[in-house]
């Protein structure tokens, strides 16, 4: 089957850093851009970062920029997400998603569903 | 905030045609994807490219745009289609990408 499952989520403190993972399977992993994107409690959709299928490209939404990191492990099927100086806006949902660019297009066409981060004291 | 633009909340009568536009300079580079989330669900590509379909989307979905808008139309609105609705491209004037606020869609 097709699919991204996230893990990791928990509660941390203000300051705090966490990883979260996500394990990609049913397809060619290596060959796919991927991304996190959140989702705060009762908000919308915010990306977060993405990274290129060797892992050599990444970008960052100004929110987390120098404090986030994203990276990858082809060999394991893995996507994560190292989080430092975690804040209390941090809060949400994060999830991985599969993402295709071919110039005019661009879209996410496969999401997991996600794993939640707290960051309170 | 965002920086692709959407109705907060739009509504439609069972079975009518109902447009969910998205506003945005990014808009004019890359085309608009669309996407579905029901309450506690993750987010369904619904839409993407000029007017393309993935396997499994019904065909009432169509998206269109227009210089800076992008539009998403769902002709005869079924209940199930009460949803959040979100427009995203890639910003590459920044390397980014950006999601519009979303739009609650209520079928009446």
């Known amino acids: 089957e097709v699919q991204l499952v996230e893990s990791g989520g928990t509660l941390v403190q203000p300051g705090g850093t966490l990883r979260i993972s996500c394990a990609a399977s049913?397809?060619?992993?290596?060959?796919?851009?991927m991304n996190w994107v959140r989702q705060a409690p009762g908000k919308g959709l915010e990306w977060v970062s993405y990274?290129?299928?060797?892992?050599?490209?990444?970008s960052y939404a100004d929110s987390v920029k120098g404090r986030f990191t994203i990276s990858r492990d082809n060999a394991k099927n893995s996507l994560y997400l190292q989080m430092n100086s975690l804040r209390a806006e941090d809060t949400a949902v994060y999830s991985c998603?599969?993402?295709?660019?071919?110039?005019?297009?661009?879209?996410?066409?496969?999401w997991g569903r996600g794993t939640l981060v707290t960051v309170s004291s | 905030s965002s920086e692709l633009t959407q109705d907060p909340a739009v509504s439609v009568a069972l079975g009518q045609t109902v447009r969910i536009t998205c506003q945005g300079d990014?808009?004019?580079?890359?085309?608009s994807s669309w996407y579905q989330q029901r309450p506690g669900q993750a987010p369904i590509l619904v839409i993407y490219?000029?007017?393309n379909r993935p396997s499994g989307i019904p065909d009432r979905f169509s998206g269109s745009s227009s210089g800076n808008t992008a539009s998403l139309t769902i002709t005869g609105a079924q209940a199930e289609d009460e949803a959040d609705y979100y427009c995203?491209?890639?910003?590459?004037?920044?390397?980014?990408?950006?999601f519009g606020g979303g739009t609650k869609l209520t079928v009446l």
């Open positions: 998603a599969r993402s295709s660019s071919s110039w005019p297009n661009w879209y996410f066409d496969l």
């Open positions: 049913g397809f060619s992993f290596t060959t796919y851009e």
């Open positions: 990274i290129s299928q060797g892992g050599a490209t990444t």
């Open positions: 990014s808009l004019t580079t890359y085309y």
């Open positions: 490219g000029k007017n």
């Open positions: 995203n491209c890639r910003d590459s004037s920044r390397d980014h990408v950006v």
